[in-house]
């Protein structure tokens, strides 16, 4: 029986386990990868405090290295569902069970797909969604990058570093990332733009080959070919394990009010996969102190 479980090693989960484990708690956090969550995915880290940069992995060792001399557990597994036995909640993974007193979620989000032919049938063949991940295969190519936010841009410069061109194709005709990565990417001759448009389809036999686009104001369609498509277009909650406990918004992202909590009592969610407008990771690791300290809270005044 543990008092606290934590779904999710990003920085918002290991932060919650950083705070409740100096309040004495018995921890448990479960990851199924590596922990860091979505830094693992990010090259430079140029917005956290203390760090002029940092690279994403480094600072996620950073994060993890405290809490094994806390004596906080750390499991690997699949969360599968969430079952609320009143003051007991019941943490199911892929192959156990595990009883506690609190569960926290920070199970993040992942990248939402395009929905688009040859997409899925060319993931890791071309498709990718991680440019620190898979840049490095495609040196000399002409790339595209789907999307127009601070990822799709960011991750546009990263591949310039690799790729013959990069092109940023975004169904407006102006970008939504901030002026700082618009600035860079508008001043980089290996970056291009292709306006007011979207992917229709993605061609190869074995790999990524061309790319079907149409401009959503003139209905035009072109072919373009690319060695690589990277696809930034928006992020989707991971909480489907969550849905028996009835938590969630129509889109899934857990509803908590300001400290961390859910509509179930001793249940808290924290991070990306919360309803909230900014994700950041000084926003995940506000919300994981809060969270940690609020766990500690709902368990000494249910003792």
């Not at 140029?46 to 094994?68: D, Q, R, V, W």
């Not at 061609?203 to 003139?218: C, D, F, L, P, Q």
């Not at 928006?234 to 509803?255: A, H």
Request: contains cysteine; charged residues 25%.
């Amino acid at each position: 029986m543990y008092d606290t479980i934590i779904i999710g090693a990003g920085p918002a989960g290991m932060t919650a386990a950083l705070y409740a484990a100096r309040s004495n708690l018995k921890v448990a956090l479960i990851e199924g990868g590596l922990p860091g969550g979505q830094m693992n995915n990010t090259s430079d880290i140029e917005n956290y405090p203390g760090y002029a940069n940092i690279s994403g992995p480094e600072l996620a060792e950073k994060m993890f290295e405290p809490l094994e001399n806390l004596g906080v557990e750390h499991l690997y597994g699949f969360v599968k569902n969430i079952e609320n036995h009143g003051d007991v909640k019941k943490v199911i993974t892929d192959n156990e069970e595990f009883g506690t007193r609190t569960v926290i979620v920070a199970t993040g989000s992942k990248h939402r797909l395009l929905g688009v032919p040859g997409e899925e049938e060319l993931n890791s063949r071309g498709v990718s969604y991680c440019a620190v991940c898979d840049g490095a295969f495609f040196r000399d190519q002409d790339l595209l990058v789907v999307g127009g936010g601070d990822s799709a841009v960011e991750e546009a410069i990263f591949l310039t570093q690799f790729a013959k061109t990069v092109t940023i194709v975004h169904r407006r005709d102006e970008l939504r990332a901030q002026k700082v990565l618009q600035d860079r990417a508008f001043a980089n001759d290996k970056i291009n733009f292709i306006w007011d448009s979207v992917v229709k389809e993605i061609k190869g036999e074995n790999r990524v080959e061309s790319v079907v686009i149409e401009n959503v104001k003139t209905n035009q369609v072109t072919e373009h070919a690319f060695g690589g498509v990277f696809i930034y277009v928006g992020l989707d909650p991971v909480s489907d394990f969550t849905k028996d406990l009835q938590i969630q918004d129509e889109s899934g992202w857990i509803v908590t009010d300001d400290h961390m909590k859910t509509s179930v009592a001793g249940v808290f969610a924290v991070g990306d996969v919360r309803q909230k407008d900014l994700r950041q990771v000084t926003t995940a690791v506000g919300d994981g102190a809060i969270a940690g300290q609020e766990a500690y809270k709902y368990i000494t005044e249910h003792s």
